[in-house]
DNA sequence: CGCCAGATTGACT
DNA sequence: GTCAATCTGGCGG
């Protein structure tokens, strides 16, 4: 299981950890097993793409520990982000998509996801590194790291900030 | 409380 | 490729 500290860096740094990682999804007797594919990272206040940093809640969360699950609702879907950096720092990084492991809904979106795995509002602000209904656990497995622009959204930096696996069917559109 | 933007998706040209 | 439905959070009145 991953511990705080692998999220205790840069966004950037992290969303390229997380390919290949293990995400794992606890609900009543069930566990939902899948391995990400896509990733993007996500910048405070230098980074104009983030409404998350626009202040309010989001921005709030985004300043808390590394770890910290963040939920962001966008035209009735859930996305979910993992809070990295510095405590203070407000990034995060965001699942775009999954291959699923154990079951078989289609998670190549960042909304496809989060209804997969019944993320809702209710994990908002909770600590993937202590939460027995979603957490990380590391497979080992070496991925084929490929790099792009951001999908849509609309004032992206000049940067690849979107990470997914090289060749891997399941990463969004 | 009303208005608006937005890190989306699915259907259609 | 384009288009609009649909919901939540931020902000102004």
Not at 115 to 120: H, P
Not at 162 to 172: E, H, I, V
């Amino acid at each position: 299981m991953l511990q705080r500290d692998f999220f205790n860096r840069d966004p950037e740094i992290v969303a390229k950890a997380l390919l290949g990682k293990t995400l794992v999804r606890k609900i009543g007797n069930k566990t939902l097993k899948a391995k990400i594919v896509e990733t993007e990272a996500y910048y405070d206040d230098s980074d104009p793409a983030s409404r998350a940093c626009k202040g309010g809640d989001l921005r709030e969360t985004m300043s808390m520990d590394a770890g910290t699950i963040l939920v962001y609702g966008v035209h009735n879907n859930w996305l979910i982000n993992f809070v990295t950096g510095k405590e203070g720092s407000a990034q995060a990084v965001l699942l775009r998509a999954l291959e699923p492991l154990n079951f078989s809904e289609r998670c190549n979106g960042p909304g496809l996801l989060t209804k997969a795995l019944k993320i809702g509002k209710e994990l908002h602000k909770k600590d993937v590194c202590e939460c027995n209904e979603l957490w990380l656990e590391d497979s080992g497995e070496k991925i084929e790291i490929a790099s792009s622009h951001r999908i849509g959204v609309k004032k992206d930096l000049a940067k690849n900030l979107r990470f997914f696996a090289k060749g891997n069917k399941c990463t969004s559109r």
